[in-house]
């Protein structure tokens, strides 16, 4: 079975840009997680989707939103791109919100602002 | 708000030396304590999932126990491709499942 895909793998934008980023789950997992992580540090959670639903938010601005379309898939958007958000942006699946509730992530969208 | 803090940041070992990683968490309702590994430049790698204090996990040369407040990660007789950065989360059970991370462990395993 193919694990959770990323796309795109890099990306280079500049100050002010909007850029969009795409996941595709493990086949059956309905619920999508996305993280950003900045080098040294650990994974920081963004957004939670189960059945196309919001089910929880991190502490960022409202200049990232993210959507969970019918096949589960996900596109998370960042507008008004800074510096500092450069980073690692991991997408994580699972099967749902209840037990077994670990979560599988993909390879990663390293997005660079200059 | 949820903790989770992981010692030591960084820790070399000799090919066959065991240690024992430490994570410390502060989770209101645990709803899962999860161990990762990264590699650098790529997503973390699914290792174990503990749901209770007493429970254990084992796979290969990793062990990792959960009590109510710490998880270790146990390694017996590492080997150099267990290098790695090993990351601890928590899951806590509001409203909103919320998985909290620690900054990781870096592990050496020299051979």
């Known amino acids: 079975d193919a694990g959770v895909t990323q796309s795109p793998t890099h990306l280079i934008k500049t100050r002010g840009q909007q850029v969009t980023l795409r996941c595709s789950p493990i086949?059956?997992?309905?619920?999508v997680s996305w993280y950003q992580q900045v080098l040294g540090q650990g994974p920081q959670f963004i957004f939670q989707?189960?059945?196309?639903?919001?089910?929880g938010r991190g502490n960022f601005p409202d200049r990232f939103s993210a959507r969970q379309f019918p096949n589960y898939s996900s596109e998370l958007n960042v507008n008004a791109l800074l510096l500092g958000d450069s980073a690692l942006y991991l997408c994580?699946?699972?099967?749902?919100?209840?037990?077994?509730?670990?979560?599988?992530f993909g390879p990663g969208t390293r997005l660079t602002v200059l | 708000e949820d903790q989770v803090t992981q010692s030591p940041e960084a820790l070399r070992l000799q090919e066959g030396e065991s240690s024992s990683l430490n994570c410390s968490y502060t989770?209101?309702?645990?709803?899962?304590l999860f161990w990762y590994r990264q590699d650098p430049g790529k997503g973390p790698e699914f290792l174990f999932t503990?749901?209770?204090a007493g429970e254990e996990k084992e796979k290969e040369r990793l062990k990792a126990t959960l009590t109510k407040k710490e998880s270790f990660l146990h390694i017996t007789a590492p080997k150099p491709e267990d290098s790695a950065t090993y990351l601890c989360?928590?899951?806590?059970?509001?409203?909103?499942?919320?998985?909290?991370f620690g900054t990781g462990t870096k592990l050496q395993v020299i051979p």
């Open positions: 086949s059956g997992h309905k619920s």
């Open positions: 989360a928590a899951r806590n059970s509001g409203g909103y499942q919320k998985v909290t």
């Open positions: 994580a699946s699972s099967l749902g919100l209840d037990r077994p509730n670990e979560q599988f």
């Open positions: 503990l749901y209770s």
């Open positions: 989770v209101s309702g645990l709803r899962g």
């Open positions: 989707y189960y059945e196309k639903e919001e089910r």
